[in-house]
C-alpha cells in the first residue's frame, strides 16, 4: 500500500531525529570511558573522574590547621590565616564512621585553594568487623560519595592506631586487624573507581605513651600514599623535633619511602613555646617533610586529661615566632595550582 506524502515525510524526520540522538549517545559514551584527564584545580568533564596522581609529590611545603569543626565552619581558616599570615593549604577535620560524606563542604574548602583532609575515626566500631565485610554497604556508599565530589581528599583512617588511648589502638585491635581493615577499605573504594583520593596513614609518633612498633600496622606502599606524623611539643615527651619526630622517622624509613607529612602537631603554652616553634619548623625542613598541619585549639594532652592551649596567638611573641619561621621555612603550598 502506498503511504501518503505527509506521512511519509513525518516517518523520514523521526528516523533523522533518532540518528542524530544515537550519534550524540555515543559521543557522550566514548567521553565518558575517557576520564581521568582533567587537571588539579579545574572543573573535570562529564563522567570524568579527579586524579590526584600530580598531587602526591608536591615540590613544596605546605601549611596546613585540623580542629574538630565541619568544612562548613570556615572560620578556623579565617583565624588560621590571620595568625600564621597565610591561608592554609590544607583543611583537616574529623569525621565519623558511618557518617556521610560531606561533598558540598568539600568541595567548598577545595574552592577556597584548601585540600580537604578527612580524618575517618571508626571509634564504636571492630576493625576486625570492617575487615571482615560487615560494613560494605557503607563502605560502598561512601566511596561513591567521595569519587561524586570533584576534587581531591586526604584520607586517613583510625589514625593513632598505636595509640593506647584510642578503642582501636594496641590494648583492643591487633595489628594485623588495623591493616586488614585499612586494605579491606581502599580495595573497595578502587572497585567503585575512586581516583581522587590521597591515602594517609597517621600514626603517633612513638614515645613514652605509644611505644607499639609501627611496622606491624604499616598496609604496605601499595596502599599508602602519604605518612602522616601526630606528635605534640608538651610537657611530657615533645621538647625537640630530634627527640619528638625525627625517632619515629627513622624507624618508618626501614619500610617506607612515602612522602611524610606532620599531620597534626602543636606547641603548648610555656615559657618555651617561642623557642620550640623554631624548632618545629626548622626540625620539619630539615628532615624533608611535605607539610606541616597545626592543631590551633586547646585540647587535652594526647592520652591524658591535662588542658593544654595549642593556639598560636597565645602571645604576641608565638605569633610573631610562628609567621616568621613558617615563611623562612618556606611552609606554603598551593595543591590547586598543581
Not at 591561608?87 to 558540598?104: H, K, L, N, Q, V
Not at 599531620?263 to 626548622?282: C, H, M, N, P, Y
Amino acid at each position: 500500500m502506498a503511504i501518503p506524502r505527509s506521512r511519509r515525510g513525518r516517518r523520514l524526520t523521526a528516523a533523522v531525529i533518532v540518528v542524530v540522538a544515537l550519534s550524540f549517545l555515543v559521543d557522550a559514551c566514548a567521553g565518558a570511558g575517557g576520564g581521568g584527564d582533567a587537571k588539579p584545580g579545574t572543573a573535570s568533564a562529564p563522567g570524568a573522574r579527579f586524579d590526584v596522581s600530580s598531587l602526591i609529590d608536591p615540590s613544596g611545603r605546605a601549611l596546613g590547621v585540623v580542629d574538630d569543626k565541619t568544612p562548613w565552619q570556615y572560620d578556623i581558616v579565617d583565624t588560621f590565616a590571620k595568625e600564621a599570615g597565610r591561608a592554609p593549604d590544607i583543611r583537616e577535620y574529623y569525621s565519623s564512621w558511618g557518617d556521610d560524606f560531606d561533598t558540598e563542604g568539600n568541595a567548598f574548602l577545595w574552592q577556597h585553594g584548601q585540600l580537604p583532609m578527612m580524618a575517618l575515626v571508626p571509634s564504636d566500631t571492630s576493625l576486625a568487623d570492617i575487615a571482615q565485610g560487615q560494613d560494605d554497604a557503607y563502605i560502598r556508599r561512601l566511596a561513591g560519595q567521595v569519587a561524586a565530589y570533584d576534587g581531591p581528599l586526604a584520607l586517613s583512617f583510625a589514625g593513632e592506631m598505636n595509640g593506647p588511648w584510642n578503642s582501636w589502638g594496641p590494648k583492643e585491635t591487633k595489628p594485623a586487624d588495623f591493616v586488614a581493615a585499612w586494605k579491606h577499605l581502599h580495595d573497595l573504594f578502587a572497585d567503585r573507581g575512586v581516583t581522587n583520593v590521597i591515602w594517609a596513614w597517621t600514626p603517633h609518633v612513638v614515645d613514652s605513651g605509644t611505644t607499639a612498633k609501627l611496622r606491624p600496622y604499616y598496609p604496605g606502599d601499595a596502599y599508602v600514599d602519604w605518612v602522616g606524623l601526630i606528635g605534640y611539643y608538651g610537657p611530657i615527651d615533645g621538647v625537640a623535633f630530634s627527640s619528638l619526630f625525627t625517632p619515629t622517622m627513622r624507624q618508618i624509613s626501614g619500610f617506607s619511602g612515602k612522602p611524610v607529612l606532620i599531620a597534626e602537631t602543636g606547641v603548648a603554652e610555656s615559657s618555651r613555646k617561642e623557642s620550640d616553634i623554631r624548632d618545629l619548623f626548622q626540625g620539619a625542613a630539615k628532615a624533608g617533610v611535605i607539610g606541616l598541619v597545626w592543631y590551633d585549639q586547646r585540647k587535652d594532652w594526647p592520652g591524658g586529661k591535662q588542658l593544654m592551649d595549642w593556639r598560636i596567638s597565645t602571645s604576641v611573641g608565638a605569633r610573631a615566632a610562628f609567621q616568621v619561621e613558617r615563611a623562612r621555612a618556606g611552609f606554603g603550598h598551593s595543591f590547586t595550582k598543581g
